[in-house]
Nanobody
């Protein structure tokens, strides 16, 4: 089992920044892919970014490329999502997820474990 706990959400003005954290526990995550997803009210959960624990290979949705950066701290078993130049359209609940394997995965049903989510609200 893998437990994931997100933190760092909040209210920010458009153009501002936030950093989300996802603390992982429960087992060794060496062969896992970590992902961030988000879900706005009335919309489906959508892919944001992924990173592999081994090697730190990253992949981003086009909508956040150049603004968001995913990273990980292996020693702390924590994944981060640095979000810059935030827009009102980025408002959503952000979820951390994990799946076995290192292949890039952008569908939520490909992930095995999920955190409880953290709210990000961007006001104009």
């Amino acid at each position: 089992q893998v437990q994931l706990v997100e933190s760092g959400g909040g209210l920010v003005l458009a153009g501002g920044s936030l950093r989300l954290s996802c603390a992982a526990s429960g087992r060794t995550l060496g062969n896992y892919l970590m992902g961030w997803f988000r879900q706005a009210p009335g919309k489906e959960r959508e892919f944001v970014a992924t990173i592999t624990w081994i090697g730190g290979s990253t992949y981003y949705a086009d909508s956040v490329k150049g603004r968001f950066t995913i990273s990980r701290d292996n020693a702390k078993n924590t994944v981060y999502l640095q979000m810059n130049s935030l827009k009102p359209d980025d408002t959503a609940v952000y979820y951390c997820a994990a799946r076995r394997g290192l292949r890039v995965a952008v569908r939520s049903d490909e992930y095995d474990y999920w955190g409880q989510g953290t709210q990000v609200t961007v006001s104009s």
